[in-house]
Nanobody, 124 residues
């Protein structure tokens, strides 16, 4: 059974930092790409960042480049999202996702497994 569990969300002020974690259990060898997405109430689920599990190649949404960093620790089966200089408009539920193909995709429908999400609230 595959399970993705996110942690690290919370309430912060604008300009603060948070680090999200996503720990994967189960058939982890089947996952080639990991991604972070976010969804605000009434909005689409948007791509934030993605990483190739084997090579470490990363991609970011334009609006987070230079502020967010995705990384992985394969020994711990964990992916991280370091978020700096957070903005109120980035308040959302943040989801971790796993994909059983090599390419980093920005469409949430391309991912096969999902965590339950962790709430990030940024106050102004």
């Amino acid at each position: 059974q595959v399970q993705l569990v996110e942690s690290g969300g919370g309430l912060v002020q604008a300009g603060d930092s948070l680090r999200l974690s996503c720990t994967v259990s189960g058939r982890t060898s089947s996952f080639y790409t990991m991604g972070w997405f976010r969804q605000a109430p009434g909005k689409e689920r948007d791509f934030v960042a993605g990483i190739s599990v084997s090579s470490g190649i990363t991609e970011y949404a334009d609006e987070v480049k230079g502020r967010f960093t995705i990384s992985r620790d394969n020994a711990k089966n964990t992916v991280y999202l370091q978020m700096n200089s957070l903005k109120p408009e980035e308040t959302a539920v943040y989801y971790c996702a796993a994909r059983t193909r090599w390419s980093i995709e920005h469409d949430w429908r391309s991912y096969d497994y999902w965590g339950q999400g962790t709430q990030v609230t940024v106050s102004s």
